[in-house]
């Protein structure tokens, strides 16, 4: 192709996205070396190229989508719907229909994994640091008492990008051992521990797949976090750029809304068991650092469509 053609493309690109918002390429289902068609609904970066991927971002391998609207695909079209800690920065309302997407697109026998912050083990921590600190004034009990507080209501009143947590991370005035066991690889990879995970999935140690190499993609990816930062004021505002939790949800809830939309079978599960067909070779919620869960302070939930 030649440079002019390129730059058409481009420009081509460029008005369309303005005028009708930048989306990933048009991508087929991708399927598994078994035939397997499985989806991974507001992957982010951990995900893997044998999956179909979408989130609000766009990439080479994940197509751009928001998920307040229609899943992109026919009915009946995957074995598996997978989402992690996604849920949450949905309305209630919202999340039903997202889940009753996720039903719509699935095959009988489909399964449909949940993965959500755990509201009963975040109020559990905050009651038992609580208890810590009426019992013993110290100051380290009063640090893990001021953590599970902000854990527990930062990130659904929070009025700036980052809020109150952020603050305490950045003044370093925290139990590293409750921070580690309740934010899991996400503290582990900012304090530089090594990787252990070999596998295909993007964030895994010597993945052979590029998060991003496609120059049409970051330009989506672009112009979607600049539209998000200053169109809609969703940079400043963490209820508009969806970083806000909107829902929380325990045991209980979870396994009712699935039941409702249509899902029988449901149950509570691990972060390594699953229904997913060969779930051992994907764990997308497996640690990159040690055999545990990536997101320790996680609910999974499981439901068969019939």
Known sequence: MSIGAIVFRGLILIARGFLFGFTARVVDVIRTPEGKACLNVGCGAAYFPEWTNCDLLPG?????????DSLPWRDGTFDAVY??????HLTEDVGRRQLTE???????GGVCRVVVPDLEGLCLEYLKALDGAAQNQDADAMRRYRWAVIELLDQMVREESGGALRKLLNSGD???TQVRA?????????????????NSRTDAKNSPV???????????????????????DGGRDPRKSGEAHRWMYDRVSLVQLLEVVGFS????????????PNWEKYNLDA???????????????EGIKP
Do not use: N
Request: aromatic share 12%; glycine share 6%.
């Open 60 to 68: 080479r391998q994940v197509v751009g989508h928001d998920l307040r």
């Open 210 to 232: 590029a998060l991003e190499t496609d120059w049409v993609a970051k330009m989506a990816r672009r112009w979607k976090k600049w539209k998000l930062k200053w169109v809609t």
């Open 83 to 88: 989402s992690s800690h996604v849920l949450e």
């Open 265 to 276: 079978q449901c149950e509570v599960t691990t972060f390594d068991r699953s229904s997913i």
């Open 102 to 108: 996720q039903f719509r697109v699935l095959k009988s």
């Open 182 to 198: 309740r934010f899991g690889d996400a503290f582990r990879g900012a304090e530089g521990e090594p990787l252990t995970l070999e």
């Open 287 to 301: 640690s990159r650092h040690g055999p545990f869960p990536r997101k320790p302070d996680s609910l999974f939930v």
């Open 174 to 176: 925290y139990d590293k």
